[in-house]
């Protein structure tokens, strides 16, 4: 089946992604990640970083600072600029939710440094709900994924993912595949 | 007396100015602010690696690109720190 992406890659249907636990005739279904529209605080954060050196440069020439340092302190600035836009980027493209035919996985990265991956089998799964989250939720169409899953497995959750109601449908749809095959 | 903040600052700099010290305060912390730097860059770099390799898609190479770029601004800043402040 053809790929299909969506929103930045946010909502990729069968995407040509492969992961280091997959299973040979495991297929990727879905991949999700945040909504772009949850990216715009960092993003207006680093435009008016981006600007910052620009409306202070006048400023700066009342330090009694040669010009070397003086460029030295705005390439810094920059620099950290680019490194706070680059680790929030990183975040939003790793924190992946994966559906594949046979399993569930929840990717967490909070930073660079901090990573969790939960996973559940279909089979254990019993119910999937989805939350929207008010008016901005419901005028871009996204929202929050709740998968339960039997016993002591752990539940997974997908916040902020596009196309909510189609996700619960997608996976409503492997459940019930799979209790077919069983 | 005019104690606005900036001449404030100026008589504040401008002692450190008359000792010396400010040359090589700026230089220091400009260095240690580029190391810092640097370590978070090969850090990040590095974990990017091993999240790539954990979940392979066929975009990952232009966040290689940014990764890069992090590096290449680093040692910059740092050969800049060192030469020419």
């Given at each position: 089946m053809a790929a299909a992406h969506h929103l930045f890659h946010s909502y990729c249907e069968n995407p040509p992604l492969r992961f280091s636990t997959?299973?040979?005739?495991?297929?990727v279904v879905l991949t999700l990640r945040a909504h772009p529209i949850t990216l715009v605080p960092w993003f207006f954060i680093t435009c008016v970083a981006i600007i910052i050196p620009i409306v202070a440069g006048p400023y700066v020439n009342y330090l009694p600072l040669n010009a070397n340092q003086q460029l030295f302190i705005i390439l810094v600035w920059y620099a950290f600029v680019i490194l706070y836009a680059f680790s929030n980027l990183l975040s939003w493209y790793f924190n992946l939710g994966i559906i594949t035919t046979r399993k569930v996985i929840d990717v967490d990265v909070i930073n660079v440094l901090n990573s969790?991956?939960?996973?559940?089998?279909?089979?254990?799964v019993e119910q999937v709900d989805n939350k929207t989250l008010?008016?901005?939720?419901?005028l871009f169409n996204y929202g929050n994924i709740y998968v339960q899953t039997a016993g002591e497995e752990p539940n997974i959750e997908f916040l902020d993912v596009p196309h909510p109601a189609r996700i619960v449908q997608i996976i409503n749809t492997l459940m019930e595949k799979n209790r077919r095959h069983e | 007396m005019n104690s606005s903040p900036i001449s404030l600052l100026t008589v504040f700099v401008n002692f450190f100015l008359e000792t010396n010290l400010i040359v090589?305060?700026?230089?220091?912390?400009?260095?240690?602010?580029?190391?810092l730097f640097n370590i978070?860059?090969?850090?990040?770099?590095?974990?990017?690696?091993?999240?790539?390799y954990n979940y392979r898609d066929e975009q990952n190479s232009l966040l290689f690109v940014g990764a890069y770029l992090q590096l290449l601004i680093g040692g910059i800043l740092f050969l800049y720190a060192i030469f020419l402040l």
């Open positions: 997959q299973d040979v005739d495991e297929d969790q991956t939960t996973q559940t089998l279909i089979s254990r008010g008016f901005l939720s419901s | 090589l305060a700026f230089k220091t912390v400009g260095i240690i602010t580029t190391v978070w860059s090969v850090v990040s770099f590095q974990e990017l690696r091993k999240l790539n």
